[in-house]
């Protein structure tokens, strides 16, 4: 009962160590996705200002608003490809893998178990035949029970003065 437990308690364990993986994950790839788009909201706020003023002399303004524009879709753009492919590390593997191999183990006693609830079953139910067919005839089932026994002793002290 003691190794079921055990057994218990490393894929309760591998389960929070998948769990845990798969959230820092998840919060790496939130965090990344709101620099982003703070990122976007600065950019089109206080870069493109900036921008605008330096490039409004050369390209115009209309110009100087869109390469201003661009500038910060392109900035944006990369910090979500770079949050997109955030993945997690060999540590999730592990864990499956020592998640499964515990539920292996879990099922193989299982099975055991199973086996012995029913060999122990059927010894209940023989043990229950027996002792229905002895109180409907005890003295039947005394004779029989005695009786070859004795008999098998006869026989070979029979046998034994012969030789």
């Given amino acids: 009962m003691e190794s079921l437990v055990r057994t218990m308690r490393i894929i309760w364990r591998a389960e929070l160590l998948i769990i845990e993986a798969k959230l820092n994950v998840a919060a790496k790839r939130i965090g990344a996705t709101a620099f982003a788009g703070l990122i976007f909201i600065f950019g089109l706020g206080m870069l493109n200002v900036a921008g605008f003023f330096a490039l409004e002399a050369t390209w115009g303004p209309i110009y100087a608003a ?33 998640r499964d191999a515990g539920l292996k183990e879990l099922e193989a006693k299982a099975e055991f178990v199973h086996d012995e609830f029913e ?29 070859a026994p004795l008999l098998t002793l006869l026989i070979k002290s029979l046998s034994k003065r012969k030789d």
């Fill in 66 to 98: 869109l390469g201003v524009a661009a500038a910060d879709f392109l900035v944006a753009a990369l910090v979500l490809l770079w949050g997109s492919r955030v993945s997690t590390g060999p540590e999730l593997e592990l864990a499956r893998e020592v």
């Fill in 119 to 147: 060999a122990a079953r059927d010894e209940i139910l023989a043990l229950k035949e027996s002792l229905v067919g002895f109180s409907r005839n005890p003295v039947d089932k005394t004779i029989n029970l005695l009786l």
